[in-house]
């Protein structure tokens, strides 16, 4: 199963680690959007650690990101900077997809 996280706020950066990590130990992909607030987790090396985790990919939206100022320096190359073309492609690839 692929399950999508979409973060669309910077309140829930334990459950979206939590879930990940419970997600990949059933053997599933996880696939994570950013978008919002969500972007400012960004700035935080747990967050954009799971990145590295294997069956784990990444993305958020430029435009939140620009739009909060959200720092992105830093952030790791395998996180796509993207657009909302991004998350429209982690809900068509989804098996489920919640939203935190």
Known sequence: MKLGILVNTDRNQAAVIGITKAALKKGHEVN????????RLLEDPSYTGLCELEGVSMSFCDYSAKELGTRKDGIPEKI????????ATMNHSSDKVIVL
């Not at 994570?32 to 972007?39: H, L, N, P, R, V």
């Not at 796509?80 to 998350?87: F, M, R």
């Open 32 to 39: 994570i959007f950013a978008m919002d607030s969500g972007t």
């Open 80 to 87: 796509v900077c993207g657009s909302q073309y991004n998350n």
